[in-house]
T-cell receptor, first 114, second 114 residues
Framework: EDQVTQSPEALRLQEGESSSLNCSYT??????LFWYRQDPGKGPEFLFT???AGEEKEKERLKATLTKKESFLHITAPKPEDSATYLC???????????????FGTGTRLLVSP | NAGVTQTPKFRVLKTGQSMTLLCAQD?????MYWYRQDPGMGLRLIHY???????AKGEVPDGYNVSRLKKQNFLLGLESAAPSQTSVYFC?????????????FGPGTRLTVL
């Protein structure tokens, strides 16, 4: 069964303290990996799509990278406004049923203190 | 362009009552999804639709029904609410299932069943 595991479950950083969030997956034949940000009381907001191992995407203080087994979301010099839950999701290969669904991890709750 | 909207934002039901959650999208997307999000369990797919007039079961469909009479709307019904259905419900839409198609989420409905 396709699985996505995110670690750590929660992470507390001081403002300016860089770190990384991990998303590991067991999908073979991955077609894409997605990162979302979710603020409390809101829906997930799309950040990045990564398509193949070695790919990197950047947005402000965030950089997402992808290997054959996992993805990292690097946060450089975070600010309090980066506090949120970060979700990753994978898109497996097409099934014979033709139905495609994203498989989500349970997220990492990030808190950045001033 | 409002994206994905959900009505209502909050609702409290008594056990056995029924209700309908409405999801609307203005992006002309073919695919629509209903998820529930519970602490520690991530996003779980309830039902989905691959186009107007179609619906199908996801991972956790029991106790829910859906309808997609118009392309832009996807309704989630609870016929006889149970406390186990207390959750946050998210609707999402996607143009297609190519890996380049971003899945967009609504703001969520927080449902409490007493």
């Amino acid at each position: 069964e396709d699985q996505v595991t995110q670690s750590p479950e929660a992470l507390r950083l001081q403002e300016g303290e860089s770190s990384s969030l991990n998303c590991s997956y067991t999908v073979s034949g991955l077609r894409g990996l997605f990162w979302y940000r979710q603020d409390p009381g809101k829906g997930p907001e799309f950040l990045f799509t990564l398509y193949s191992a070695g790919e990197e995407k950047e947005k402000e203080r965030l950089k997402a990278t992808l290997t054959k087994k996992e993805s990292f979301l690097h946060i450089t010099a975070p600010k309090p406004e980066d506090s949120a839950t970060y979700l990753c999701a994978v898109q497996p290969p097409f099934l014979n049923t033709g139905f495609q669904k994203l498989v989500f991890g349970t997220g990492t709750r990030l808190l950045v203190s001033p | 362009n409002a994206g994905v909207t959900q009505t209502p934002k909050f609702r409290v039901l008594k056990t056995g009552q029924s209700m309908t959650l409405l999801c609307a999208q203005d992006m002309n997307h073919e695919y629509m999804y209903w998820y529930r999000q519970d602490p520690g369990m991530g996003l779980r797919l309830i039902h989905y639709s691959v186009g107007e007039g179609t619906t199908a079961k996801g991972e956790v469909p029991d106790g829910y029904n859906v309808s997609r009479l118009k392309k832009q709307n996807f309704l989630l019904g609870l016929e006889s609410a149970a406390p186990s259905q207390t959750s946050v419900y998210f609707c999402a839409s996607r143009a297609g299932v190519d890996v380049t198609d971003t899945q967009y989420f609504g703001p969520g409905t927080r449902l409490t069943v007493l």
